[in-house]
């Protein structure tokens, strides 16, 4: 076990038994910078440590947007800020990052982890801001265009580990699945009144589930006895509907869902149940459709474009169908109407050294795009 450095002593939490049990409790989880060796150790055994995210497909991105000293780029989705420190190094000296999350909650702790790191405020700025409104963060900086973007879609593994954040039905939590906690509305919220026919088509068009019809017909019918406001809750009334085993699926499962599909055979064995498939379909169908996904996906890559200057280059990773269909499309479209010089051809993927370190690789697609 690692010893944690000096800071001063604070008294952990009691719980009952060796290791706590609630996330609330799990010093670790929410100290991960404090426990070098244990994070390592984790790492070692091909999973994400609690209260981290292991940047994806970081090689391939850098190769993407051949970053140079003194230029200047934006993170879209700083997240834990694995992307950002890679790109931090690459565009120093004199170069400048902005990073960007919706997210209130992690975006702090995560400058002051970039800031800890040696990041100062002219290198490294950190914007809360949904990334749709990137034309707005530039002009509020003074900043006419970019040399470089990088937007890594989704939820962070932090987000997924928390169970007060809903994502995740491992662990019992407020059916709530937004990134940003203080907008409107939550799933519970959005599950309470919208129609079948909407429900069904966000079962569909979100998350590709073949039972969206009976599904949106149960769960329209069951809530008017009991709302859905919890995430358990849900996730039982889901594998009753459609006659499935009770299940205690595991975290990294329900992790694997948030980014796409699942690759079970390479997960830990207590933890795989394919049977939870659609549950988690359902849960990816609310958090696109709480946190208006595609509407903000669509918006940034109308504005893109803009951001960026002349011979400026982006990189989106996406990590299921409804996201990379929409990157392509606006890619090809740019590059027909002369907006891009050039866009890749096919998505570029994980290598097979990544996706055995880190199975959540797998359903990750990276596209990039070069401005005129
Ligand atoms: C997959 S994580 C990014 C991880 C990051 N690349 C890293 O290395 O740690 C996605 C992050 O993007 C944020 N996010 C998702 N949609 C967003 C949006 N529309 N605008 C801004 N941030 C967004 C989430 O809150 C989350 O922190």
Redesign the pocket.
Known sequence: MSTPDSVPHKRRPRYTGKNPRRFEDKYKEHNPERYAADVAKVLASGKTPAGT????M?AEILEVLTLQPGQIAV???????????EMLAKLSPGGRLVG????PL??PR?TERLRAAGWSEDVFTSVR????GLPKVLAGLGLAGVDAI???????S??IDDPARGFTFKADGPLDLR??PSRPPSAADWLARVSEADLAAALTENADEPKADLLARELTARRAATPFTRTRQLAEAIRDILHLPKSDCGSELARDSA?GQPRASSLPQKTVSTDDTPVRRVFQALRIAV?D?FG??DL?LRNLPYALKPGGRVAI?T?HSGEDRRVKAAFKAGLRDGIYSAVSEEVVRAGAEELRANPRSSSAKLRWAVRV
């Open positions: 995210h292991r940047p994806i970081v993170d879209c989705t700083l997240g834990y800020g694995g992307h950002a420190k960007l999350d919706v997210d992690e975006l995560t801001s949904n990334f749709a990088l937007a890594d879609l989704g939820v962070s932090m987000q990134l940003n980014r946190n996904e903000v996906l940034f990773l990590f």
